[in-house]
């Protein structure tokens, strides 16, 4: 029994020691494309850091995120959870072949304050104001969520919204959950698809008094089948069969301007650079950017519309731009400005402030709205 038992701890040493030596031979990587996120570095070296525990610290980071095939170790440990009837994955749902993010309860105090922002903003324009807060699919697709889940009560809060701000309120929710059987979110991402987004950009429509699209007018183009988005880097869930993403809207005769590197300069309705990367969903319009504008030459009735947005609009607007002269986004984690101001100097009468409840809820950057 002794010696059975010096030879299994000299095979764990060995076992260590190869790791060791696998972990220093190999170069450290900046950047997870599967967690789509930045990896912790070798961590700087001085006896202050060691003493305060910091540089400790950084080389349990270090190790965590350098550790050889990290990305499989991770992927392996989530299959054995879910095996061991796991369904919850750092705040990440397994509903069979379908990934769906947990909506948190909020901080109360920053809801009043963001609804307040807005308030504040509708008093400031020179316009029409709406507001449009998107359900997460937590709501829509709340029927596939493990038994007991617990779910943020996104009907009640989109009422308290409308309630505490009096302003025309975008139905989502209905519009969304009346196709609740079809593809509308992508499975392994947060964000909705462009069929999602297609039905999300009819709402607004209607809430504008434009005539709505026809599904039938759009040839849905193929754009990747291999998008594994933000739910699939958080979750560790890795073995699910990758979403694919659609184009609908023609780029041919859209204008399309960003100002992404601070200036403006020419930009693509769709960015398939980025189909290369795992970040896929950034492909429409290009990603974060803190202004973007659509133009359409075909639209000569000089109807403007400004959407103060979060990631989901960048597969809305396309939709948008067939029955607008120009569609503007301001995304507020970039744009500082008055939104006010930029309404007065483009001659925008009419604004959506367009939301995800999930993002709404815990944005710290709705103050820039009363500037």
């Known amino acids: 029994m002794a010696k059975n038992g010096r030879l299994t701890t000299a095979v764990f040493c060995l076992f260590l020691a190869g790791l060791l030596i696998w972990h220093a031979a190999l170069p450290d990587r900046a950047r997870s494309e599967t967690e789509n996120r930045t990896l912790a570095q070798f961590p700087q070296f001085s006896w202050e850091n060691l003493k305060d525990g910091s540089f400790t610290a950084g080389m349990e980071d270090y190790f965590a995120d350098q550790f050889p095939l990290r990305d499989d ?10 095996l061991l009837g796991k369904r ?4 990440v749902y397994l509903c069979g072949n379908t990934l769906i993010s947990r909506v948190e309860e909020p901080d109360d105090a920053q809801v009043e304050k963001n609804l307040s922002y807005v308030n504040e903003f ?4 020179d316009g029409q104001v709406l507001l449009g807060l ?17 779910s943020f009560d996104q009907p009640a809060f989109l009422e308290k919204a409308a309630e505490e701000t009096g302003l025309p309120a975008v139905d989502l929710l209905d519009v969304l959950a009346a196709h609740a059987g079809e593809p509308i979110y992508y499975r392994t991402d947060h964000h909705w698809t462009s069929l999602g987004a297609f039905y999300g950009a009819n709402a ?15 040839t849905p183009q193929i754009a990747s089948t291999d998008f594994n988005g933000t739910l699939y880097s958080t979750s560790g869930i890795h073995w699910l069969t990758p979403d694919t993403i659609e184009y609908w809207v023609p780029e041919d005769g859209l204008r399309v301007t960003t100002w992404k590197s601070g200036k403006a300069e020419p930009g693509q309705l769709y960015d398939r650079s980025y189909l290369e990367h795992k970040d896929k969903y950034s492909s429409f319009l290009g990603g974060n950017q803190p202004l973007c504008v659509i133009q359409n030459p075909e639209i000569t009735d000089g109807s403007k519309l400004l959407l103060i947005r979060d990631s989901y609009s960048d597969s809305l ?7 607008f002269s ?24 009419t604004v ?15 103050v820039y709205l009363g500037r």
């Open 204 to 218: 607004l429509l209607n809430a504008l008094g434009k005539e709505p699209l026809k599904e039938d007018d759009f």
């Open 73 to 82: 170790w991770t992927g392996l440990k989530a299959r054995c959870e879910q």
């Open 134 to 150: 998107i359900p997460s699919a937590a709501e829509v697709w709340k029927d596939r969520l493990p038994a007991g889940a617990p």
């Open 352 to 366: 959506v402030v367009l939301y995800s409840v999930a993002n709404f809820i815990s944005d710290r950057n709705l």
């Open 88 to 91: 919850s994955f750092h705040d």
């Open 317 to 323: 607007a396309p939709f948008l731009a067939r029955r």
């Open 122 to 125: 509708a008093g400031m324009a």
């Open 326 to 349: 120009e569609v503007h986004l301001i995304d507020l984690r970039y744009y500082h400005a008055s939104p006010a101001e930029y309404m007065a100097e483009q001659g925008i009468d």
